[in-house]
């Protein structure tokens, strides 16, 4: 009887084994094609597993984009528990270089499109940061916009980004 269990336990464990050296050997070859394969559990985009081609600048509008936030923004953003320490944000590009946003009456809008509500406190009663007035996107530079949830940390507060953030563009694979 203990030898069946002996053997149900190592089978278990070479399963296991099998399974995390697998797990690692796809891993690295997902690396070395220059791709990164991401799980979002952000409620600010559909949740679901992305690919990013690393390095991938963003040319389009629409466009799902992979970036580090700047280190102002990254401090609230991990200090509020949005995202675990040195998480990059996945987001949709909502503007490139020439278009336009503006803060109007706390609504966001992008090239006179109204992209959603600005809010002054965030879902825990913190205060947001806030822009001001109307911005034109500058050469290098992107506007990230989420419209999946009204509340989504996005550039409705931290404004147009430096493109040299981005760590690469790529799309939904699988979304739940």
């Given at each position: 009887m203990k030898h069946i269990r002996f053997k149900k336990m190592v089978r278990l464990y070479v399963l296991a084994a099998s399974l995390i050296g697998s797990t690692i050997c796809v891993?690295?070859?997902?690396?070395?094609?220059g791709?990164?394969?991401i799980v979002n559990t952000s409620p600010s985009m559909p949740r679901g597993l992305y690919w990013i081609a690393l390095g991938e600048q963003p040319t389009r509008r629409g466009e799902i984009v992979s970036f580090v936030p700047p280190a102002s923004v990254g401090a609230l953003i991990?200090?509020?528990g949005w995202l675990a320490k040195g998480m990059p944000l996945l987001k949709p590009v909502g503007a490139l270089?020439?278009?336009?946003?503006c803060v109007k009456d706390r609504r966001f809008v992008v090239n006179d499109v109204d992209a959603g509500p600005v809010f002054l406190l965030d879902g825990?009663?913190?205060p947001l940061p806030q822009i001001a007035g109307c911005h034109r996107i500058?050469?290098?530079?992107?506007l990230p916009v989420s419209s999946h949830l009204d509340r989504s940390f996005d550039g409705r507060y931290m404004g147009a980004l430096s493109t040299h953030v981005v760590l690469g563009t790529g799309r939904a694979l699988l979304t739940f």
């Open positions: 891993d690295e070859a997902i690396t070395l094609s791709h990164e394969l991990y200090a509020r270089a020439g278009d336009t946003y825990q009663g913190q500058d050469r290098d530079q992107f």
